[in-house]
Every structure is written in structure tokens, then in C-alpha cells.
């Protein structure tokens, strides 16, 4: 059964980190295109970061480059994203998505995916 589970959301304060993971089952995750996405009620699904699969590259949306990083550990079957310098405006559902067959810049965007998790809640307060 091929099942992507999110987990390491949390409360934190402004200005902290925090460190998801997308766990696979049922296939190999280093041979899927990585995505990180967010929303927020009411506003459609945005592209945070995303891994490619043919070569590698990692991508960053505006509002999180320099801040967030994405990686892969392999051998845990995890794609992980760390989230430095946290804001208000990061306050999100995260979700977490794969698909074989997307190259490039174009993990940025959701729709292509075939597979994605169930969320995992971030909240920014003081």
C-alpha cells in the first residue's frame, strides 16, 4: 500500500525552527519527485519546496529561501524539511507529495502529483 505520512508539526514561537518529515511506505521515495506544500483556509495550496528526482535540485518558494531546507534520508525512506526562522506567515497545514515522473522547477506545483500525505499542522505564536 503506498501511504506518505507527515509528522513534526508543532506550536512554536516566532523566530524558532522546526524539522518535518514525509515518510514512505510501500515504494521507494528516492525515486519520486519530493513536494512540500502549505495551505491556509481559504487560499489555495502553495508550492514551499520540493526535491527533484532526475537530478536532484531542491527548490525553495519566495517566501522561504534562506529559511527552510529540504533533504533526503534515504535509508529512512524520508524526505525531511527544516524550517529555520520561523514567522507568523508560516502558519499552515504542510502536506507532503511524490510523484515518479516530475523534473525540475516543476515540483513547485501541485498539480501534477499522484501521491500525497494527510497534513501536519504548523502554527506560529507568541
Known amino acids: 500500500q503506498v501511504q506518505l505520512v507527515e509528522s513534526g508539526g508543532n506550536l512554536v514561537q516566532p523566530g524558532g525552527s522546526l524539522t518535518l518529515s514525509c515518510a514512505a511506505s510501500g515504494f521507494r521515495l528516492k525515486d519520486y519527485a519530493v513536494g512540500w506544500f502549505r495551505q491556509v483556509p481559504g487560499q489555495e495550496r502553495e508550492g514551499v519546496s520540493c526535491?527533484?528526482?532526475?537530478?536532484?535540485?531542491?527548490y525553495y518558494g519566495d517566501s522561504v529561501k534562506g529559511r527552510f531546507t529540504v533533504f533526503r534520508d534515504n535509508v529512512a525512506n524520508t524526505v525531511h524539511l527544516q524550517m529555520n526562522g520561523l514567522q507568523f506567515e508560516d502558519t499552515a497545514v504542510y502536506y507532503c507529495?511524490?510523484?515518479?515522473?516530475?523534473?525540475?522547477?516543476?515540483?513547485?506545483?501541485?498539480?501534477?502529483?499522484?501521491?500525497w500525505g494527510q497534513g501536519t499542522r504548523v502554527t506560529i505564536s507568541s
Open positions: 507529495a511524490a510523484d515518479p515522473v516530475i523534473y525540475g522547477s516543476d515540483c513547485l506545483t501541485p498539480g501534477p502529483y499522484d501521491y
Open positions: 526535491i527533484s528526482v532526475m537530478d536532484a535540485g531542491t
